[in-house]
C-alpha cells in the first residue's frame, strides 16, 4: 500500500485492524495518530498491528502514541503489535528500549 506522506490509513477485517502510517511520526503528527489508535483501541478490536514500515522520522512523539495505544488495547484484552524496517525507527525503539515494552517485527531488508 501506498501512501502519501504522513498519512494515517485504517484497515479492518473484523477480527484484525491494520494502522499504516508514512511520514514523519513527530510532535506536529502525533495529534492523527494518536485519535486514530485511541479509535481503534476503543472500537474492541482484538488484534492491532501498526506498521510503520513508510515512517521516515519518530521521535518521542511516537514513542508516547504507541506505549498509550499499547495500554489502551492491552488493557481491554487486545494485542498490539508494531511492524518497523530496519533503520532509524527501529533504532528509536531499539536505543529507548520501548522497543522492549512492544511486540516489534522488524522484517528483513529484501
Known sequence: MSLPPRAVAV???????HVVASGDLDLA???V???RLTAVGDAGWPEVTVDLRAVTFA???????????????????????????????ARLLDVTGVGTLL????????
Open 11 to 17: 484497515i479492518g477485517d473484523g477480527q484484525r485492524v
Open 29 to 31: 503528527s502525533a495529534p
Open 33 to 35: 495518530h494518536r485519535r
Open 59 to 89: 521521535d518521542s512523539s511516537a514513542l508516547h502514541v504507541l506505549l498509550d495505544a499499547r495500554d489502551r488495547i492491552t488493557g481491554r484484552g487486545g494485542t498490539l503489535r508494531v511492524i518497523v524496517a530496519p533503520g532509524p525507527v
Open 103 to 110: 511486540t516489534v517485527v522488524v522484517p528483513e531488508a529484501a
